[in-house]
Structures are given as structure tokens and as C-alpha cells.
């Protein structure tokens, strides 16, 4: 395979989870592998302002919120005079991020991956500008992710309007935290601040919060979300954002129009989607075209219009998700090597990492029905022993099943750990699990996992336990 003509058999353009993967796998096969990365650090968006430290505000957080609400007293947990120490949970944060990315150059080491630091530009379809170097490659892997969509006449100056990497480091707890956008990043984030004392309030464009996953997850979320306390306005716009010195003024209005209101904050988050990075690459020297939106069409091998050029990751169609990058790395490499990597785009699990999480594997029940009959299942969480004993009773498990074949069609989950038992499903799915498999299925007792083989007997109508 080894081709000389070339300084490599394959260049990555990103170390996100899409690209370092990819090139660590192209690398195990043998490939002459470089990964081209303009950050100080690798491991992209999620590594370095995304998943990582994220969850790690999520759980320092939760703990947080735990030990000074007072909520652990039902357990004769008594703790006085709790306090917060940020700037802590911010060193912890990065000491993970710290950990995780360099644990990725160690890989590239590891792996012989060579690691060229700086933008990387297309001159040809083998060849891309880096750092003032031509490199030239007999397969090229565009990886290059994702950034926050802007929101016109809005401006991000990370100080009071921020993007979700600003607010992953505010450096004090705000009072009043505008999130604009009642999907993933707002959630999440929003979660964060509420649990270290912000008042939160929400404005999601749309009649429901969290686009995308099952009508029912959306209802029950919205409804934990303001018992918690977060104010959630939806079918509401925001129509403009002024900043004066430390505190911003955001005006609203009822999306189908009405009065308006505005909205005094001392932080405001955009967190309304992202859109790929491709500005910079040059795809105008090989004839690349982005789609509509923006992303580069590839066909189910990631191979790109463009021959020896291929595509992963946020920077495509699909779910913008780490794992999701992460898998089509793994595939694009094996077909650069002649293998055959094959990514099953319809069973790709979604996790919402609040609490409860919300969690979600193939398609919709709106999205079911609509594509003929169907069975549903559902279990409470309330009558699940594990989550009684530990006093997490919020959320359901619903099973959707194919009403001829008994074939798992979706599995939605609102549960304290619904992003660990939505693997299950996952599972289930991959295999062509019909209800009854996981009917069947021995689940151990007392486990959250329980609800699932509950919700999967629901599907022909016998459940135990509710
Ligand atoms: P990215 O991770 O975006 O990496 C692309 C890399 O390419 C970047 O480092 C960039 O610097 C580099 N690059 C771009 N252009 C060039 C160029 N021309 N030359 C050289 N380098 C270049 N997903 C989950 O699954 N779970 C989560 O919990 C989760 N949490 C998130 C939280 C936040 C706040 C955000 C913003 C995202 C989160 N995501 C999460 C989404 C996840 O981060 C992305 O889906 C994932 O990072 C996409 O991987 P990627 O490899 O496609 O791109
Ligand atoms: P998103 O697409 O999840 O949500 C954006 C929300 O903003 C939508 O509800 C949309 O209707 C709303 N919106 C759009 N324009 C608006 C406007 N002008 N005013 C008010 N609301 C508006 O995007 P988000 O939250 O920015 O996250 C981006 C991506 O990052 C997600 O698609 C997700 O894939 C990924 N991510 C994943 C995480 C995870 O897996 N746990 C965590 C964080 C991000």
C-alpha cells in the first residue's frame, strides 16, 4: 500500500474525535499516517471545549449542588455551610482536559502518527499547505469538526455574550444567565450554572425544548427542567441582545408574534446549533463543494466527491456526536486500507448528561408511526426498586417496536443513568433485537437497567412491576 510518491499514505486535517481516531487507526494498519491540527492541544472540539470539560462542570456541579441544597439530609448526610470555590472547579476541569488531550499525543506517539501543528490548506487533492510547508498525501481525511452557529446582530464577546466555550469558564457564578437555545449545549450548560446558584432562563425558538428526540422525552424533560428551577420560554425569539458594561438587555418575543419583553441578564449564552468548519481549506482548489449546509457530502464509505479525498465527523451530515466521529474514524481508515468500515448511521445513541439524562437510540415513536404500526412500552422509573432505594425515581424507559415484527425500532430514556443504559439498546438494536429479546433477557436485580427489560415487556403488555 506504502506508495513513495507520497510523504504519507494518509493525512487527517483535524484531531477531534473523528480525526485522531481515524489517523491512530489508519496508523495500526500500517498507513504512514500525519494528522494536521492547529490548536496547542489535540483532541478538537470535544477534548478541549467540549464533551470533556463539560462533563466535568456537570459533575463538579451536581456534587455541589448536592452537598449545599441540603437534598442529602433524606439520607442523614448533614453538611452546614457548603461553599463554592470556582476557580477549583475550574482547575480540576482543565486538569482533565489536560490529562485526556495529552493522553492523545501519547497515542500519536505511541501509534508513530506525526502531528503537524498549524492550519492545514488544500493545494491539490494530494497535497495541502501547512505552516508554510507543502505536505503531500495519497489519501486526505478532512476532520475538521465544528463552531458555534452565530446568531446575526448578536455578538459573542465572551465576556457577557458567550459561546458554550466561554461559558464552560465564567469566572464567576452569574446571577442571571440568559441561554439562547433550548437544545443540548443550553441544557447541559445551563444545568451547570443553575446548580452553582445562577437563575437560568431558556429561550428555544421552537414549541418544545430538545429537537430531535422522542415528543414524549421532550415533555417530560421541559417539565424536570423547571421543577429544578430553570425557566424555560419557548416558541419565543430573541430579536436583539444590547450589551452596557457588565449586564445585557435581551429582547423577546413569542416566535407567532405578540408583545414583546425584555430580558435583563449579566450573561448570555448562544448555544442555537453549530455549522462546520470548512472556511480556510481552500476546497475551492480541488473542486469541493459544500452542500446547502454547509457540509461535505460523502457516500457510506466517507469517500468525498473528490477521488482521494474523504470526510468525517461534525464536518458531514449526521449527528454532530463524538462517538459518531469517533466510529466513522475507525471506518474511513479501514476503507483507505482496503478493508471494508462500515458506520450504521441509524443506530447512534444521543445522551443529554443532566440530571436526570436523557437518552436516546434510533427513531422517534412520531417518526415510527409515520412509517407504519407500531408497539410501545413504557416503565416508570418510580416502580423501579434501584431508583427507589437511591431516591432517583424521575423518568420513564419507552421501548418502540415494530408491531409486525416485534423489531426494536427506538429506545428513549429519561433516567439518572440513561446514557450508561442506553448502550443496552444500542446493542439490542444493532443485533435486530425484537421487544421479547430484551423481554428475555436476564437483567441483573436491583439495577436502573431493570426498567428497560420492564419497558420491553410493556411492549406486549406484561410488565411485573407497575
Ligand atoms: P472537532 O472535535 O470539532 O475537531 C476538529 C479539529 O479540527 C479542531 O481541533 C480544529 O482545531 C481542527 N481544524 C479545523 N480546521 C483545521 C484546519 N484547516 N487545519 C488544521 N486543523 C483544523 N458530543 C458527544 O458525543 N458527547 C458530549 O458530551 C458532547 N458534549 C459537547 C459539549 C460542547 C460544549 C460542545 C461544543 C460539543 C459537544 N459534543 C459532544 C459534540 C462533539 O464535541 C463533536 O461532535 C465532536 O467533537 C466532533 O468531532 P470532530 O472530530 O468531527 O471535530
Ligand atoms: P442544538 O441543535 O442541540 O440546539 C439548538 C437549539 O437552539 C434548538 O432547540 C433550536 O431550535 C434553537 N434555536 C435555533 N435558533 C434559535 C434562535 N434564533 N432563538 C432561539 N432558539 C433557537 O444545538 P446546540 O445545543 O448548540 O449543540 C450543538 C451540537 O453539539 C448538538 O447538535 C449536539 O450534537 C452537540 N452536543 C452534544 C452534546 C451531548 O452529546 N451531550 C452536548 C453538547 C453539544
Redesign the pocket.
Known amino acids: 500500500m506504502a506508495d513513495e510518491t507520497y510523504d504519507y499514505d494518509v493525512l487527517v ?8 481516531v481515524a489517523a491512530i487507526r489508519a496508523a495500526q494498519l500500517g498507513l504512514r499516517t500525519a494528522c ?4 496547542e492541544t489535540l ?9 470533556i ?3 466535568a462542570l456537570l459533575h463538579a456541579s451536581e456534587i455541589f449542588e448536592e452537598a449545599s441544597s441540603g437534598h442529602l439530609a433524606k439520607f442523614g448526610i448533614e453538611i452546614q455551610g457548603a461553599t463554592l470555590n470556582l476557580d477549583q472547579m475550574h482547575a480540576e476541569k482543565a486538569k482533565a482536559v489536560k490529562e485526556l488531550t495529552g493522553g492523545i499525543e501519547f497515542l500519536f506517539k505511541k501509534n508513530k502518527v506525526t502531528w503537524l501543528k ?4 488544500f493545494k491539490d487533492a494530494h497535497s495541502v499547505e ?1 505552516a508554510g510547508q507543502t505536505v503531500t498525501a495519497k489519501n486526505i481525511v478532512i ?6 452557529t452565530p446568531l446575526p446582530g448578536v455578538e459573542i464577546d465572551q465576556q457577557v455574550v458567550v459561546d ?2 466561554g461559558a ?1 469558564a465564567l469566572p464567576k457564578v452569574p446571577e442571571h444567565l440568559v441561554v439562547i437555545g433550548g437544545g ?2 443550553g441544557l ?2 445551563g444545568s451547570v450554572w443553575r446548580r452553582l446558584g445562577a437563575r437560568v432562563t431558556v429561550v428555544e425558538y421552537l414549541d418544545q425544548i430538545l429537537p430531535g428526540f422522542d415528543g414524549e422525552v421532550r415533555k417530560e424533560s421541559a417539565k424536570l427542567f423547571k421543577k429544578q428551577g430553570m425557566e424555560l420560554k419557548t416558541g419565543t425569539k430573541v430579536t436583539g441582545v444590547t450589551v452596557e458594561g457588565a449586564r445585557a438587555s435581551v429582547s423577546v418575543e413569542p416566535a407567532a408574534g405578540g408583545a414583546a419583553e425584555t430580558l435583563d441578564a449579566d450573561a448570555v449564552l448562544v448555544a442555537i446549533g ?1 455549522k462546520p ?1 470548512l472556511d ?2 481552500n476546497l475551492a482548489a480541488i473542486g469541493l463543494e459544500p452542500n446547502a449546509r454547509g457540509q461535505i457530502a460523502t457516500d457510506h464509505s466517507f469517500r468525498t466527491a473528490v477521488d482521494g479525498v474523504w470526510a ?4 458531514i451530515p449526521g449527528l ?6 469517533e466510529d466513522e ?1 475507525v471506518a474511513v481508515a479501514e476503507n483507505i486500507a482496503g478493508q471494508t468500515g462500515i458506520v450504521n448511521e441509524d443506530v447512534i445513541p444521543s ?1 443529554v ?1 443532566t440530571m436526570p439524562e436523557i437518552a436516546g437510540v434510533g427513531m422517534t415513536e412520531e417518526a415510527a408511526r409515520e412509517k407504519g404500526d407500531v408497539k410501545v412500552g413504557k416503565f416508570p422509573m418510580v416502580a423501579n426498586s434501584r431508583a427507589k432505594t437511591n431516591r432517583d425515581t424521575d423518568g420513564f424507559v419507552k421501548v418502540i417496536a415494530d408491531a409486525k415484527s416485534d423489531r426494536v425500532l427506538g429506545v428513549w430514556i429519561v433516567a439518572s443513568l440513561a446514557g450508561t443504559m442506553i448502550a443496552e439498546a444500542a446493542i439490542a438494536m444493532e443485533f435486530g433485537a425484537t421487544s421479547e429479546d430484551i423481554a428475555y433477557t436476564c437483567h441483573a436485580h436491583p439495577t436502573h437497567a431493570e426498567a428497560m427489560k420492564e419497558a420491553a415487556m410493556a411492549v406486549t403488555g406484561k410488565p411485573i412491576h407497575v
Do not use: F, Q, W
Open positions: 486535517i483535524g484531531s477531534g474525535p473523528g480525526g485522531y494536521a491540527e492547529s490548536r483532541g478538537g472540539t470535544c477534548l478541549n471545549v467540549g464533551c470539560p463539560s462533563k498549524g492550519r492545514a490548506a501547512v476532520a475538521t469538526g465544528s463552531s458555534v458554550s466555550t464552560l443540548v449545549i447541559e450548560l453549530r468548519n480556510g481549506l468525517i465527523g461534525d464536518c454532530m456526536l463524538a462517538h459518531k466521529a474514524g445522551v448528561y
